[in-house]
């Protein structure tokens, strides 16, 4: 029986003319529940020209077939998994799966990846460049923030912060575990850096994120208690 496959594709972006050919080779061989197209091209949004982008979803040495625990033990503690538009993923995996993205927050897609890796029984990393990602200068990740999406910002990564520790205390695996516990901490530091404009104004207070002080570390201890002090600039700050 064929398998059918998902490959999440933003609308801005585009594949090589070779990608989908060279994406059914490797699922003919492997036929795993995840392919991750580990590297990006980026293109200027006006040009097409590719320009310089030091991204990958995976560092490079990550290549090949693997299990979620031996993908895990490979990537170190400050990596989490996120960009959705890198992934192909098996219909049936997925449906069986019950993974879902969460509604109305941005940044979804490190849960929805992060849960599809430990979930599946099968991944295989490709570092082929068959993905075109197109620079536009008013998506979410490069257009100057509204006050509006700046609170978005901060109760999204509240929002997944709450998650992120649920999965953790849900989970029996102890690699998983800590891989839930090292996501935090990441999530954490993009929480309170994006308070730095708004302050505890994003629907949530300093008593509400005093739970997760344990995940909250060194100088974002102090931005904890004094979240506007990146508004500062860094001079005085780090006199501070």
């Not at 029986?1 to 585009?14: G, L, Q, W």
């Not at 994003?202 to 509400?208: C, I, R, T």
């Given at each position: 029986?064929?398998?059918?496959?998902?490959?999440?594709?933003?609308?801005?972006?585009?594949l090589?003319?070779?990608?989908?050919e060279?994406?059914?080779?490797?699922?003919?061989?492997?036929k795993?529940?995840v392919?991750?197209?580990?590297?990006?091209?980026?293109?200027?949004?006006?040009?097409?020209?590719?320009?310089?982008f030091?991204?990958?979803?995976?560092?490079?040495?990550?290549?090949?077939?693997?299990?979620?625990?031996?993908?895990?033990?490979?990537?170190?503690?400050?990596?989490?998994?996120?960009?959705?538009?890198?992934?192909?993923?098996?219909?049936?995996?997925?449906?069986?799966?019950?993974i879902?993205?969460?509604p109305?927050?941005?940044?979804e897609?490190?849960?929805?990846?992060?849960?599809?890796?430990?979930a599946?029984?099968?991944?295989?990393v490709?570092?082929?460049h068959v993905?075109?990602?197109?620079?536009?200068?008013d998506?979410?990740?490069?257009?100057?923030?509204s006050?509006?999406?700046?609170?978005?910002?901060?109760?999204?990564?509240?929002?997944?912060?709450?998650?992120?520790?649920?999965?953790?205390?849900?989970?029996?695996?102890?690699?998983?575990?800590?891989?839930y516990h090292?996501?935090?901490?990441?999530?954490?530091?993009?929480?309170?850096?994006?308070?730095?404009?708004?302050?505890y104004k994003?629907?949530?207070?300093?008593?509400?994120l005093?739970?997760?002080?344990?995940?909250?570390?060194g100088?974002?201890?102090?931005c904890?208690?004094?979240?506007?002090?990146?508004?500062?600039?860094?001079?005085?700050?780090?006199?501070?």
């Open positions: 029986t064929k398998s059918h496959y998902i490959y999440f594709v933003d609308a801005d972006d585009y090589e003319s070779n990608a989908l060279h994406i059914t080779k490797i699922l003919e061989q492997y795993v529940d392919l991750v197209e580990n590297s990006i091209t980026a293109r200027d949004a006006q040009s097409n020209e590719i320009v310089p030091d991204y990958s979803v995976f560092p490079q040495h990550i290549k090949g077939l693997y299990t979620p625990h031996t993908l895990i033990q490979s990537l170190g503690e400050e990596r989490h998994i996120a960009t959705t538009w890198a992934f192909v993923v098996n219909v049936d995996f997925l449906i069986a799966s019950r879902s993205f969460i109305s927050i941005v940044y897609d490190l849960a929805f990846c992060t849960q599809i890796i430990l599946a029984q099968s991944i295989y490709d570092n082929a993905y075109n990602y197109v620079l536009s200068p998506s979410i990740m490069r257009a100057t923030p006050p509006n999406a700046r609170m978005r910002q901060a109760n999204s990564y509240f929002t997944l912060l709450q998650m992120f520790v649920a999965y953790k205390e849900q989970s029996d695996d102890e690699i998983f575990k800590s891989h090292n996501t935090c901490i990441i999530i954490v530091k993009k929480l309170m850096r994006s308070l730095q404009f708004i302050g994003a629907g949530f207070s300093k008593a509400d005093k739970p997760y002080l344990p995940y909250i570390r100088k974002y201890r102090f904890y208690h004094f979240p506007r002090i990146y508004g500062i600039p860094k001079r005085i700050r780090l006199v501070l």
